[in-house]
């Protein structure tokens, strides 16, 4: 299969020009401003997804005729591409999952399972997105019917909303295997890499990221960030829902056991059992999101033609100005995050409350009003740490304009309840 069967790159859009690339913002009286919930889908993305449908499906890894080993070769290009976008060193580290939470099990049961000894223990924030959370504490209650006790030991977050590395560091033990932390954090949108850590902590603990609120937000460097294991959602970037990506360090492979042991698995039968085979087809049993890995590859031509500076860039100033706008509004009080940073830096993610009014009241009026907000606890499993309040979040389709009309219809209705 050539290039051009495959979607075209879009050409360089500025920033206001960008959601004419948009189907559903073109000609739309509402504001988007939940891409943090998920990302509008480009016209790329969307033809990619039709044409496989309609030109030519077939399965890939199998067959030996031309419509399926295009797609194979496809695959194989777009896997490559991913490990380029994403900083990694070699394509065999490149995981397609069945999206974040998967790949988060993923590092659980493949990892987890077999890597935990007894006492062993595992460092995460309370706070971060419940994929972030419940797969540790799954494993803990898995690994104890079998007589293996772990710990998962919360740390706290910072008043920027980032982790906060002096409480890591106050809790490492020689029993830590894991450190596990969202790298933009989902409600707070504060950015956390851990560099504090680097060269103050055993190098044999693992560093794990779930980089699904970063990933197509601001460039990515999972080499530079030094992790083992980075999580992307797809629907967060452009992509198509229930596709993801999972990166796993070429250190780890050895550690790793099947996670969906079946057809086209990376494993082999042997007297003991099933024998591990090569990454990353050890991970990737079954038939594969086709249309979706496929849109992941449109999705990331989408995101280089803009450039994920200029994304950065754009979604920073516009965080500023939100903050900025904000801040006068009398009950309006920020979560933690980039309002409550001592410079000035933001990654398109604010949540705030307003007294006088729920979350869930105040996310209703905005929507009547044309303002398309998430609000409530925002998958965070704990009681507290983002439980009803509003969050803001914004892409390169937005405009400063847009963020301008939110601010007065918040400090209007700040009016009308205070």
């Not at 307003?354 to 105040?362: V, Y």
């Amino acid at each position: 299969m050539t290039r051009t069967d495959e979607t075209p790159p879009p050409s360089a859009t500025p920033p206001v020009a960008a959601r004419t690339l948009f189907p559903a913002l073109v000609g739309a009286t509402e504001v988007y401003l939940d891409s943090a919930a998920t990302t509008q889908k480009p016209l790329p993305v969307i033809e990619t997804i039709q044409r496989y449908h309609s030109n030519g499906t077939a399965n890939v890894g199998r067959g030996t005729y031309p419509w399926a080993t295009g797609l194979t070769a496809r695959i194989a290009r777009i896997r490559e591409r991913t490990a380029a976008f994403i900083g990694a060193e070699h394509p065999d580290e490149v995981v397609f999952t069945a999206g974040a939470t998967a790949a988060l099990n993923a590092v659980a049961l493949s990892w987890g399972l077999t890597a935990l000894a007894d006492g062993d223990e595992i460092l995460y924030n309370a706070s971060d997105h419940a994929s972030n959370v419940y797969p540790w504490q799954h494993l803990r209650g898995l690994l104890a019917r079998f007589g293996r006790h772990i710990h998962p030991i919360p740390y706290r977050t910072t008043a920027a909303g980032e982790a906060d590395t002096d409480d890591i560091l106050a809790k490492i033990t020689p029993r830590t295997r894991l450190i596990t932390t969202g790298h933009l954090h989902h409600v707070f949108g504060g950015l956390s890499t851990l560099e504090e850590l680097r060269g103050r902590i055993d190098p044999a603990i693992l560093l794990c990221f779930d980089c699904s609120q970063s990933g197509g937000h601001l460039p990515v460097d999972v080499t530079a960030l030094g992790a083992d294991f980075a999580i992307f959602a797809a629907h967060k970037m452009f992509g198509a829902p229930g596709t993801g990506i999972l990166y796993c360090h070429r250190r780890v492979h050895d550690r790793l056991v099947p996670f969906l042991p079946g057809g086209n698995s990376g494993i082999a039968t042997g007297p003991g059992g099933l024998r591990p085979g090569p990454m990353p087809a050890l991970l990737e049993g079954g038939t594969p999101d086709i249309p979706g890995i496929l849109a992941l590859g449109s999705a990331l031509e989408v995101l280089e033609s803009f450039g994920m500076d200029v994304i950065a860039a754009h979604n920073r100033a516009l965080t500023l100005r939100l903050i900025d706008g904000l801040r006068p509004i009398r009950g309006l009080e920020f979560l933690p995050g980039p309002a409550h940073a001592a410079c000035g830096v933001g990654y398109g993610i604010v949540s705030f409350t307003l007294d006088g009014i729920s979350a869930t009241d105040a996310g209703f009026v905005l929507s009547e009003l044309g303002f398309l907000v998430r609000t409530g606890a925002h998958c965070v499993p704990a009681d507290t740490d983002g439980a009803g309040s509003v969050r803001v979040s914004t892409h390169i389709y937005n405009t400063p304009d847009e963020i301008d009309r939110f601010v007065a219809c918040v400090r209007t209705i700040a009016e009308e309840v205070t």
